[in-house]
């Protein structure tokens, strides 16, 4: 374990990684393009670096929080040599491919790169229940793991691949985006009809609990190619899809967004597959538009 330790970017969650470490007794030194949001963490104990180079030559380990991995090249514009020898645990956001890519850049200039996908919000960054999956080398994922755990309480390593870390965040990215704004268009149509978000938060927490079950039974029949339609039909989904949009509609909400999904459901059932289950159109979403 290190008792040192940079961090680079102080957005709300790089602001909340500084902030764990201070928690946990680490000397912290920070950078961010906007000097003025070292504020806070200065002023609990937290040392503001002038550049880039002096952040990175401070410690060996680096914690990066930026928008997107070419905010480190931009960052670091100048400063490359002072990478050698640091082990760069790269949290920002982006595609598997730029994670490679990263970790070649990092590895030519003589510093190690681990890949971070963060799996919660700035405000649940120190606790022992959420989780951040890294890959990378092996050898400095175990050595700085209980580092990371000062960030999240678990940690998923994926292997020496940079990008599976990359790959996994995206995977839940593009679970969550979809299923939060399945829950704002719920709220317009309630409050179209005066129902508060409030009053349907209850009922939209069951169904997402709801879904493990589902996820449960159709994962093993998909991984088999099982999409028989013993227990559901597709043509069944576009017709309450078909119900969905109308509603939304008549109440002058914006349909754009469950229109999209009845015209996932109408493409799968004009393939075929209306007498299948729905989940046959995974079949349909492995294959480019």
């Known amino acids: 374990m290190s008792q040192s330790v940079t961090v680079i970017g102080l957005g709300p969650m790089g602001q909340a990684m500084a902030a764990a470490y ?14 003025s949001r070292a504020d806070a963490l200065v002023a609990r104990g937290a040392t503001l670096a002038a550049t880039p180079e002096e952040a990175l030559r401070t410690n060996k380990l680096v914690i990066l929080s930026l928008i997107d991995y070419e905010s480190m090249y931009t960052a670091f ?15 920002s956001s982006d595609v598997p491919q730029k994670a490679r890519a990263a ?3 990092v590895a030519e200039l003589g510093g190690t790169h681990l890949t971070g996908g963060v799996l919660s919000p700035p405000p649940g960054i120190g606790s022992p ?7 990378g080398p092996r050898e400095a994922y175990d050595k700085h793991r209980a580092d990371l755990e000062v ?12 990008g599976l870390a990359a790959l996994m965040y995206q995977l839940n990215m593009v679970i969550f985006w979809p299923a939060m704004l399945a829950y704002w268009q719920a709220v317009a149509l309630a409050g179209a009809h005066g129902i508060t978000a409030s009053q ?9 609990a709801g879904m493990r079950q589902f996820i449960d039974f159709y994962a093993p029949r998909i991984d088999a190619g099982n999409h028989t339609g013993d227990v559901d039909r597709l043509s069944m989904g576009v017709a309450s899809m078909e119900h ?3 509603t939304n509609a008549d109440a002058g909400v914006n349909i754009a967004f469950p229109q999209a999904v ?6 799968g059932a004009e393939a075929g597959h209306g007498a299948d289950s729905f989940s046959s159109l995974v079949e349909l979403l492995r294959k480019p538009a």
Do not use: C, K, M
């Open 129 to 135: 229940d959420v989780s951040t999956f890294y890959s």
């Open 103 to 105: 970790a070649r850049w």
């Open 151 to 162: 960030l999240t309480g678990r940690t998923d390593y994926r292997g020496e691949d940079p």
């Open 77 to 91: 514009e100048g400063a490359e040599q002072a990478v050698a020898g640091r082990v760069l645990v790269n949290l």
């Open 244 to 246: 969905v949009v109308h």
């Open 200 to 208: 349907i938060a209850p009922y939209a927490a069951d169904n997402y």
């Open 22 to 35: 201070l928690d946990h007794g680490y000397e912290v030194t920070v950078w961010n393009r906007t000097p």
């Open 262 to 267: 009845l015209d996932t459901f109408r493409r």
